[in-house]
């Protein structure tokens, strides 16, 4: 089956200092895309950071950054200096087996960012 | 704003009513796709579009959904005969490329009574 899986259905942080989010996932293929989605209460869906799998270097986006670790099937999301603004549900995704690019997703990590 | 919009926001409909919904996804991209996603979980695939072509179909979708993508630009998904287990928040997300981005619109929540 090609699932994601999210382990952790809450996490709370400090404002300023760093969270961690797990994500593993199964799947066949040896190239795949992975995918770390913010969804911020009442408001739509927005892309954090991607992962090409066949990219060795773990992706980073300002103060976002990655561990893919792809022989463990494990694709984690670190976020440096957590802001209020953090606060959401955070999905992680990949693409589907099919070449249509339809993302499967995990059930989601709620994030809160205490002051 | 150039993104991708969904109309209504908001549905609520009685048990065996139909219901349709519209997305216009951002123009240039031929790509879009439907999710359905219930509270608390992460959305699951329903069904894409690649222009009007429509190209894959989950298991989700039973005979009571249809969706169309006229001349591939805005697409509507309906639901027919409306029931309770119907009830969640269908998003539309579109995309340029295979492996880019996918933008999703605010979503629209239904709610069967």
């Known amino acids: 089956a090609q699932t994601v899986t999210q382990s952790q259905p809450e996490m709370s942080v400090q404002e300023a200092e760093t969270v961690t989010l797990s994500c593993t996932y199964d799947t066949s293929e040896s190239d795949y895309y992975l995918f770390w989605y913010k969804q911020p209460p009442s408001r739509q869906m927005i892309l954090v950071i991607r992962q090409e799998a066949y990219k060795q270097q773990n992706a980073t986006e300002n103060r976002f950054s990655v561990n893919f670790q792809k022989a463990a099937k494990s694709f984690s999301l670190k976020i440096s200096d957590s802001q209020l603004g953090d606060a959401a549900m955070y999905f992680c995704a990949r693409y589907g087996s099919s070449n249509t690019g339809k993302l499967i997703f995990g059930q989601g990590t709620t994030l809160q960012v205490k002051p | 704003d150039t993104g991708v919009s969904q109309n209504p926001r908001h549905k609520i409909t009685k048990r065996g009513q139909n219901v349709t919904f519209r997305c216009d996804p951002i123009?240039?991209?031929?790509?879009l796709y439907w999710y359905r996603q219930t509270l608390g979980q992460g959305p699951e695939f329903l069904t894409y579009f690649q222009n009007e072509a429509q190209l894959e179909k989950s298991r989700l979708l039973s005979d009571r959904f249809s969706a169309e993508r006229p001349k591939g630009s805005f697409s509507t998904l309906e639901i027919q005969r409306t029931e309770q287990g119907d009830s969640a928040m269908y998003l539309c997300?579109?995309?340029?490329?295979?492996?880019?981005?996918?933008?999703f619109g605010p979503g629209t929540r239904l709610t069967v009574t």
């Open positions: 997300a579109s995309s340029f490329t295979l492996s880019g981005e996918q933008y």
């Open positions: 123009s240039e991209h031929n790509r």
